[in-house]
């Protein structure tokens, strides 16, 4: 995937990681970090590449946690915060009045 | 399992697009000789789609298993990666999960034998399977394939290259990946003569199945292939909106009664553009 991340392409890596980790510990990372975060889509390649049986796709996920703002570093400061989808559950909620019966949904999602 | 288990059925939030897959679903577990508690929408959220809100996302995640023990079942079987994903490596960790988690395609598939025999009907299609690779946590793929191998009729055509992510939803955020996997679907299906393409999960059902309106196959989730199967018709009302056309052709398609019920700002703003928005490739 990091073929579609801005300036990922001859990127060092241990500098994009490096990036990472900051937003792991709650510092904003570098940009190539961000780009890195962007394009992550959790297909878990890192973690059978893991000699050590790290599972740094839930690293990667928890920097994304970060980067949104949603572990301490301040929101003006987070890089993919404004991923939430707007209207999520108004929609969710929509969809299941078009798709189940009034009986199902107080029974099954209530 | 034994015949008569109980289970939690974890439908998740977004399927419910696709009331189809989710009755379909209900049908194929209630076949093969499981008691069903269905428990989704927004009601059982995991908080996944929460992580920019940590808070919020665990009071979700709370909440949910704290449901989940009440319905006493003490098995839940995940239709959503997503779900799955978060119960293990986030939810389990902050909450006392009283069940077990399991995937919808590991009990069907350890149950085939039963449903054989209720997939009686042909279901006359050249198959080929959407796969992703990115569901580390179960190998959905073979499973899905050996149980359409149970249809009789359908020809499963080898071929189609596995998509990044554990499933669509995963891809729309880096639009051009998205574009093209959904090229490379178009092109692999051609190349092996499918008249139709298996979605495993909901997402990729609900952002490739407007392929169908330019291209020369359908979209069709496997858990409708083994339905019809079974001689069971669940409506894809959510395709059905999708390839209505113009907006004025959608709306009326959906219907005033139910866009009265949705709320007329809240189908203007969200659901309509996403009922006329087609994949791209």
Redesign the interface.
Known sequence: ?TK?GEGLQNADAKHVVSGVIDWLQQKPGNAQSVSWL??C????KC??ACPKGI?AM?MV?VA??SA????GVPAEQAA??G??????????????????TSQ??Q???? | MNATEKITFWYG??A????DI?HGAIALLEAVGVEVT????????CGT??????RAAEGMGQRTVKKFNAHGTGKVVSWCPSCY?HMN?FMGEYTQPQFELSHFTQLLHARRDVLAQKLTRRVERKVMLHR?????EVDVNPLVEDLLRLVPGITLLEGGTAA???MCS??S??P??LKDVTRGLCDDAAACGADTVATVFHSCQRLLCGLEASEPFRVVNYVSLLTESMGLTFAD??KAWKLAGSEDEVIAK?GEE?IA???EN??R???LP?LMRRPSK
């Open positions: 995937m579609y962007k394009v889509t959790q297909s878990a973690i059978d599972n839930k996920r994304q946690m949104m703002g949603s572990l993919l915060s991923r939430d989808a707007k209207d999520f559950f108004r929609v969710i909620n929509a969809f299941s009045q078009t798709q189940m199902q949904v029974k099954w999602q209530r | 939030c977004n419910v697009r696709h009331g989710i269905p428990a989704g929408g927004a009601g059982y959220c789609s929460k992580d920019a809100n940590l994903r490596g992703h690779f990115g569901f580390h990044p992510g554990h995963a891809l955020r880096v051009a990946s009302d959510y959906v139910r019920a949705i709320g809240l189908f703003e969200s659901i996403e």
